[in-house]
Each structure stands twice: as structure tokens, then as C-alpha cells.
């Protein structure tokens, strides 16, 4: 897991990197522009002769671009460095590297002392912000703010070094921001990029590495996590060669209603595919005939209107409710009779959380160490009105610290907050599972997994990697218009093999073509 540290972190690594390794400030910032370097021609591409044009501040972030300009300038069509004229504030870092540039006759300098100092900048150009870095606590003011807002009114590309200028690391940030395409930012991810409000801010996100001090890094106590690759494979349990279906567990799935046993469909399709050993789908009368079509692997319960439920739970080994099931009188009815047969944490998506947000105490009435499942509106309806994700991530934590439970707040970094108070953000996924149903299979994998006696946090973790993995492996076949939560059920076996084994090599993707197969077959059947 990658450690996402604080900005008083990241300071304190910094100096006992420099204090033990021993390392000279100046020379950490000199491995910095090195590493910025080459963040801007090799991962983001940028062509090293290009016309870059760095702007700035007055502390280490300025020294940054001084020193990235420095070393750009060799291959580049020009560079043109402007500073912010306040030398008073100036470190002595900022000062060493300012010396060293003046000294190369073919980097344009200049000073800006007001509004009249801001450059014409041509739209091939590329615009550095090296203004402020992550140690900022207060809003933008005065001329910093007003050449933020000149730079965000151009039309070139733009790269901010270490954080956006006017962003902060740590908290959320009401005021303008630098709006960068490409944030290259030093060892890890700060706070405030993991959150969608920032990213236009923020854009894409690099990693420099510039050598801090591991074991230091190590010792420090963190809450916040960006999740690995490497995290699933080690929680990954492996199958024996005498293990039968009773080890891996019985799920049972209460969803789906008139006009909606597609959620019922693709939860209990996700659960199967995820490796349960035996799945049921507790659905409404006369619907099973639907769901045995379309899942012939999963097993069917009806029930009828009637809020007396007999079904004998104690042979299930683990419980999702929620997807597609209503929120009409009856459902109530039968979700809240079936909520009271139950002891073991469960899995609650979609309409079960909205049943659930009526209820004054709602956390009450499920288990402890339960899952929940929620989009931002139903995470409100249960939380409260938030003005922004600070409040938002804010209120996640309390109610999982509080009340036991695990809260995924889905999303483009998917958090998934713990009992214990830790936060863990999901990197894969993308746009195309912005979409009916996507939810719906992740609360199918998370039931599975629990059937199969993973953990109720390893569970979270493992679903929510492996559930955006799928999407990803699936929308290089498909497009972010076209995908559909089905053809991300369709990729999970891919997304356990590359996870199992990175290096094997995926089959063709379902409905492709070997065009010299049908030619050949069109040959045959004389319609060529």
C-alpha cells in the first residue's frame, strides 16, 4: 500500500532524509528537478524542445523550478522563467538555484512585480507552476492570485510541480487553484488529490521519487492508503486440489423486484463468478424462471408479499441486500423481517440503504462490522448534507468508528473507511462504469467473498481492486459510451489471473473475430 502521507510528513521525511542519509538541501532539490525531468519527457511526454514557461514563488517550490529550468533548457526551443519579485522571502535554496540560472545566457528571466509583468504565452507553450508547494495554509491573495487566475485563462498545456499552486495538501480548499493537466508530485499522493472535487486542479497524477528515507517513511504512523496491486495478490486465498463447493461458502441475495431482476441478475452472476461455492437469490414470487435463464449456476427462494418470512437462514454464510428490491410497504416489510434473522455482518446496497436511512438509528438495526455500499446521494441520505469531501470524508469515518461498520463510498477512487478509522482509496476503475448495474456487481463480489470466509475488510478491499480491474480489462474491448456492468462480470476472471499471474496472456475478448476463420466459414456458406 502506498502511504499517503501528510504535508508535515513529507517535511519531516525530508529532513531526517537529509540530517541521516547525509543529503544537502540543495542537492535534494536538485534530485527533485531531475526526477521532474524526467516525469515531463518520459511519462507525460512533453517534447524536451518545447517552449516552457515557469512562473515561480518565493520558497523551495520556486528553487524546484528554477532548477527544472536549468536542466531543460539544453533541448528546449526556450525557456522563460518568471519570478515573483518579493525577495524578502526568497529561501536560501531559491537563491542558490537563482544564481545558478542566471549564469546560462539562454534562459530568459524575469521578475513580476505586478499585473503589467504577466507574459503573452503562445498555446504551443507549456506553462510549469512552481508558485507554491504543499506547505501552503491559507488561501491565494493578491498578485499570486491574480497571475493563478491569468494562467488558468490560458490555452497551453499546464504542469504543476508537487501540488497545484493554491491547492492544499491536507484540507479542502475553497478558494482558486492553479488548474493543471499534470500534477508531478514528490514521493506520494497528497491528501487532496484523492477527492473528485479537486481534479480539475489536479489533472494527472505523477510520482516523482526522490529518495527519502524508507525506513522513515515506515515508522510513521498513517490512516490514509492508496491501494497496490501487490495488496490483493497477498490476500488472495488459493484453491486446493481437494476443496469442494461447501469450503467456499453459501451467499444469499436478497434483490430484485418487478421491473428490476437485472440487479438481482448481475448481483447473483458477480457472486457466482467470484468464486462463492453456492449462490441463492431470494427474489419475488414468480420471477425465478427470469434468473434461472440467465443464471442457470444460481439458485432461487421466492417470496411472496407477505411480511412472515419461514426461510431458515442459518444455512447461508453470508448476505447482501439491497439491489433493486423497492421501497414500497411490502419490500419494507420483508427486508426489515429478514434484517432481524440475521447475526453475521452483511453486505447493504442501493434500496436497502434507502429503506435503512428512513429509520431514526438505522445503524441499530445491522450488524456490527456490516458493509455498506453507497453512491454519494444515498451516502447522504444516511450521513447528512456535506458542503464538501472534506465534510463528506469527514462524516464516512465517523459513522465506520462509531458504529462498526465498513462504508465503500463509491466514486473515481472508490474509500473505503474501517471500524479501526482507516481510509483505503481504489486506483483502478475509469469513467465507463458510470453506468445502471456497476454497483449492483460489486455488492455480488463482496457477498462472495465474505461466503468464502475472507475477512469483512479484506473482502472490501479485494472486491472494490478486482470490480474496477474488470472494468478496465473490459473497456479496452469496449469504449467508455458502450460498456456495461454485464461486460465487467465478464472480466473478472481476467482481473483474478492478473492479479494470480501478471504475466500470462488474456484470451480474445468474447464475440471477437478471427477474420481468416470467417472468411473461410463465409466461403463455405456462399455468402462471400
Given amino acids: 500500500m502506498i502511504k499517503v502521507l501528510t504535508s508535515d510528513q513529507l517535511h519531516a ?17 536538485e534530485r527533485a528537478a531531475h526526477s521532474l525531468q524526467f516525469s515531463i519527457t518520459e511519462e507525460i511526454k512533453i517534447s524536451p524542445h518545447s517552449a516552457f514557461y515557469i512562473f515561480c514563488g518565493y520558497g523551495n517550490n520556486g528553487g524546484d523550478g528554477l532548477a527544472l529550468g536549468r536542466l531543460l533548457y539544453p533541448d528546449a526551443e526556450s525557456v522563460n522563467i518568471f519570478c515573483l519579485a518579493d525577495k524578502k522571502q526568497h529561501t536560501p535554496d531559491f537563491n542558490t538555484n537563482f544564481e545558478r540560472l542566471i549564469k546560462i545566457p539562454m534562459v530568459n528571466h524575469f521578475l513580476i512585480k505586478n499585473e503589467n509583468d504577466f507574459p503573452a504565452i503562445p498555446e504551443n507553450a507549456v506553462i510549469i507552476d512552481a508558485i507554491f508547494g504543499s506547505g501552503l495554509n491559507k488561501p491565494l491573495s493578491g498578485l499570486p492570485k491574480k497571475l493563478v487566475k491569468f494562467l488558468n485563462e490560458q490555452k497551453s498545456k499546464r504542469i504543476a510541480i508537487d501540488i497545484p499552486s493554491g491547492l492544499f495538501a491536507d484540507h479542502f480548499t475553497a478558494d482558486i487553484s492553479f488548474h493543471a493537466d499534470h500534477t508531478i508530485t514528490f514521493h506520494s499522493p497528497k491528501f487532496s488529490f484523492l477527492f473528485a472535487d479537486n481534479y480539475e486542479s489536479i489533472g494527472d497524477v505523477h510520482t516523482a521519487d526522490i529518495g527519502l528515507n524508507k525506513e522513515f517513511i515506515a515508522s510513521l504512523p498513517v490512516k490514509n492508503f492508496l491501494l497496490e496491486e501487490h495488496d490483493i495478490r497477498v490476500r488472495l486465498q488459493s484453491r486446493k486440489k481437494f476443496d469442494h463447493k461447501g469450503k467456499f461458502g453459501h451467499a444469499f441475495i436478497h434483490a430484485g423486484n418487478i421491473g428490476k431482476m437485472g440487479a438481482a441478475i448481475m448481483c447473483a452472476r458477480a457472486c457466482a463468478r467470484t468464486g462463492a461455492g453456492l449462490t441463492t437469490a431470494h427474489i419475488p414470487q414468480n420471477q425465478s424462471s427470469l434468473l434461472n435463464i440467465a443464471v442457470p449456476e444460481v439458485m432461487t427462494e421466492e417470496y411472496s408479499n407477505s411480511h412472515a418470512l419461514d426461510l431458515d437462514l442459518s444455512k447461508f454464510s453470508s448476505f447482501a441486500f439491497g439491489p433493486g428490491i423497492g421501497t414500497h410497504d411490502h419490500q419494507r416489510g420483508t427486508f426489515f423481517s429478514l434484517l432481524k434473522k440475521i447475526s453475521a455482518c452483511a453486505v447493504f446496497d442501493a434500496d436497502a440503504l434507502n429503506l435503512l436511512s428512513e429509520e431514526k438509528n438505522w445503524w441499530k438495526l445491522i450488524p456490527e462490522n456490516s458493509i455498506l455500499t453507497p453512491h454519494p446521494k444515498e451516502f447522504e441520505r444516511l450521513a447528512g448534507k456535506t458542503s464538501n469531501w472534506e465534510e463528506r470524508h469527514n462524516h464516512q469515518l465517523k459513522l465506520s468508528t462509531e458504529h462498526s461498520l465498513f462504508i465503500i463510498l463509491k466514486g473515481a477512487l472508490t474509500c473505503i473507511t474501517t471500524p479501526e478509522g482507516y481510509s483505503f482509496f481504489n486506483p483502478t476503475g475509469n469513467p465507463a462504469m458510470a453506468k445502471g448495474g456497476s454497483g449492483d456487481v460489486l455488492t455480488g463480489m463482496i457477498v462472495s467473498l465474505l461466503a468464502q470466509h475472507y475477512s469483512p475488510q479484506d473482502a472490501c478491499i479485494i472486491s472494490v481492486y478486482l470490480h474496477g480491474l474488470a472494468a478496465d480489462l473490459a473497456v479496452e474491448y469496449e469504449s ?28 480474445d475478448p468474447p464475440g471477437g473475430f478471427d477474420y481468416e476463420e470467417d472468411d473461410q466459414e463465409r466461403d463455405i456458406l456462399g455468402l462471400n
Avoid: C, W
Fill in 13 to 29: 521525511a525530508d529532513q531526517y532524509t537529509m540530517d541521516h542519509e547525509p543529503v544537502l538541501s540543495i542537492d535534494l532539490m
Fill in 480 to 507: 467508455a459510451e458502450s460498456l456495461l456492468a454485464s461486460d465487467i462480470i465478464d472480466r473478472i476472471g481476467d482481473a483474478f489471473r492478473k492479479i494470480e499471474n501478471p504475466d500470462d496472456p488474456f484470451p
